[in-house]
């Protein structure tokens, strides 16, 4: 299930409409919509809460075996999504992981959030947009 305006995407961000909506990456990949030249935007207002989170179903029931030096997993990162929080000129990148779900931002407040998902079909994984109050 995806949300949008259903037009085309001249280099403005498609609206996501709903306060519970799933964006997908093989929508992406399909329809070209949430990526990077036509992200998704989640517009919250003062005193609305918005929740991020990534369901991600490549992830095994085993952890990864590859380790460096202090134990820790290399810091490789397959990307999954650039998250634009707000006036940030940087994105908050989201990367593959070894968790099934997480949580990848709670705020309330007014902010807007343009996501950006990868065109990669390597995987299957979902970002829930989760909003109070939200429209």
């Known amino acids: 299930m995806y949300e949008g305006d259903g037009k085309q995407c001249d280099r403005n961000p498609l609206t996501v409409a709903s306060s519970s909506t799933y964006l997908a990456n093989v929508v992406t990949v399909e329809s070209r919509r949430g990526s990077r030249s036509c992200p998704w935007l989640i517009r919250v207002s003062h005193g609305q809460t918005v929740n991020l989170t990534l369901f991600d179903f490549a992830v095994q029931e085993v952890k990864p075996t590859t380790r460096d030096f202090s134990g820790d997993q290399f810091p490789s990162c397959q990307i999954?999504?650039?998250?634009?929080?707000?006036?940030?000129?940087?994105?908050?990148?989201?990367?593959?992981?070894?968790?099934?779900?997480?949580?990848?931002?709670?705020?309330?407040?007014r902010q807007d959030i343009r996501i950006a998902i990868s065109s990669s079909q390597q995987h299957f994984y979902l970002l829930h947009v989760d909003g109070k109050h939200l429209f």
């Open 80 to 109: 999954y999504a650039r998250m634009y929080i707000g006036t940030a000129a940087e994105p908050t990148v989201v990367c593959r992981g070894s968790l099934r779900q997480r949580v990848l931002h709670t705020r309330t407040g």
